[in-house]
Structure formats: C-alpha cells, structure tokens
C-alpha cells in the first residue's frame, strides 16, 4: 500500500485549470489532524488513485451522476478506490441575447480540500467499516459548502462519518 496518487483527467488540462489550487488543497487537507488520519489510515489500508477533474458535466460524464463535485468509486470495494475531484466551476462570462458565453473558473483551494476530504472519508468508511454503506445516503448535502454554510441532513449521514466531516469544518 502507499499514499494516494493523484492524476489530472484530460478535462482538467483542457478547462485550462490551475494545478496551484490543487497543490494547496492537498495541503490543506493534510493540514487537519483528521485529513491527516485518514491519508495515513488508506496509505497502510487500501490503494487510492485521486482524479481531478475540469467540471461537473465532466464528472457526470464518468458516473452518470449529475450536480456532484465529488465521488469515490469502490474499484475493489475495502481495498482499491478511484477518487474523483471537481476542481473546476462554470461561469457565465457574459450575456448577448440568449447566448451565454460561459468559461470554467478555478473553485476555491479550500472548496478543493473540502471535496478531497469527502471522498477520502468515503474510501475509509467503507474500508474501515465493511458493509454499512458509504457514509451517507444521497441527497445528505455534502456539496452544500459555500461560504461555510454547511447545512447537513444529519439523519442522512452515519454518525461516525458525520463526525470526520465536522473535525475536518472545525479545522480547515
Ligand atoms: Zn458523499
């Protein structure tokens, strides 16, 4: 076993993203005790490949999951697991008639390590806890992070992964 790697999707390059934030977001991750932990718990535990991608549709386009910016695909579930992060957001740039003209921004480093620390949670709540599902069931408001306005279903979420995300909030 061995720290996660991280790979950029062809979609990264081609949105014209910046690498920079995501060396911060790993950083930042690494930076809280409980990122920390889980990096340590999945590099003794399990083989981690993380993908950062350009978009949403991007992501989509992978999972058929639409509106996530996140998701950990359990290639072998308990020991292998794909990592994918969002790294990218579309903007609208400018309105002529009913044409949007839209380019894709940079999100935020934090906003990066917030979605990193969600999937890794997720490798290592089903590594660490077999057959007790994810974490959370869907719709839990994982990606409801802005301005750090977290706003959880909390009846949604296992406690215990629930736990990890609001050590990693009070810390990041
Ligand atoms: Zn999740």
Known sequence: MAKPISKFDLSFANSG??????SKAQLSCEATTIGKAHLKYLAEKAVVTIYYLGTTADLARITGAADADGYCHPVF?????????????????????DIDKTSVVNKD???IARILFHELSHARFMTEYPNQGTG??????????????????????????????QAFENQV
């Open 136 to 165: 959370h069931e869907a719709g839990a408001g994982e990606s409801s992070f802005l301005n750090a306005q977290v706003t959880y279903n909390v009846s949604l979420y296992d406690q215990r992964f629930l736990a990890w995300i």
């Open 17 to 22: 993203l910046s690498p920079d934030n995501i």
């Open 109 to 111: 480093s934090k906003e």
């Open 77 to 97: 579930l308990g020991k292998q697991y794909n990592v994918y992060v969002v790294a990218g957001d579309r903007k609208t740039t400018f309105q002529i008639g």
